[in-house]
């Protein structure tokens, strides 16, 4: 809330300087003792707490050190004061805590504030009492320094209420331009994936825009573009080296390789991804070899659409386990004849490891 501000210093200063002039020019003999200097010294230093660096409200110790502060002005200077009759500006000490406290409740201790003027009330009545003018005339020395404090209260409730209305205004603008910096940086992703997919794909869809009869070889290069690009969207678990780039020789050679990710972008074990990349791309390979040697590789899968690549094709799967942080894996590899290879791994805690191996040849 800008304190201390300059202008919170300044008004400090003219404080303390009012306080000091009044203290010395009407503190009458008091102020040549010890206890008139004590409780001008204390004066100061809770006047340097209320106003030093600080959060709002005020951390909780230094604000009881501000009550305790105008609490020990108040014992201080009333120890060496007279009270039997009216002490005119040799009271100062009222003035004074009154000041402090008002500053206390501004910065949002008000309780605080009003507890240390119950002492200073407690103070002057125990007081004038000891004196001889008994009770009621300690409470009336207060009075009119309550009705100050009551006007800075309400003063500062309607501070706290301005202050956490800005609080409001300040998150609102946070957390718009923090949307407005998200936004800019989503379209500043999606144009470079745009402008990396236009310099991936753009060659091959120019060609065949053309209309130009496309080789043997030409169409497996766009069957494999196709499927890379699929991959990134339905088994992106698996697009990592050197799985990427043996499904896409793989592929080059006739193989139809389909990748399923069901982890829904859940957190793999580490090391995971790894085990599976250098698995996934001996089983293409090997597939790639088989289909070279004429051998046509079927895939053998559960019926539905989901799973519906059709003969010459390897299907790689991988799941989240039962237990919390397993991965499980799947290859399937079948021939035309229909002999059926399917290897489940499962990875975990042992990470890169196949903690489950099952072997299923079907004739």
Known sequence: MGIPSAGAYALLALGLVSVATLAV??????????FGLGALAATVATAGILFAPGAYPLALPRAVAAVV???????????GLDGSGWPGYAAWHILAATLLLLALAVRGRIALAWIGFGLLTAVCMVWTTADGAGPAFGLMLVERESIALFAGSLFALLLRRLLRDRERLDALEAARAAEIAAGVTALEVRERHVQSLAAEVGESLRAIASGTPASAAERAGYAALEGALRDRIRGRGFCAEPAVSAVREARLRGVEVLLLDDTQGAPLPEGARGAVAEWLAQATAAAAADAD???????????????????GSVTARMTLGATAGELRVSIVVADAAG??????????????RATGIRWEDTP
């Open 293 to 311: 040697a004429g051998f046509a590789p079927a895939e053998a899968r559960p019926a539905g659409p989901e799973w519906g690549a059709g003969p």
């Open 25 to 34: 020019t009407a503190g009458g003999p008091v102020m040549q003792s010890w």
């Open 69 to 79: 502060g105008t609490t020990a002005v108040s014992i201080l200077l009333t120890a």
């Open 339 to 352: 002999a059926v290879r399917r290897e489940l791994r499962s990875f975990g805690s042992g990470a890169g």
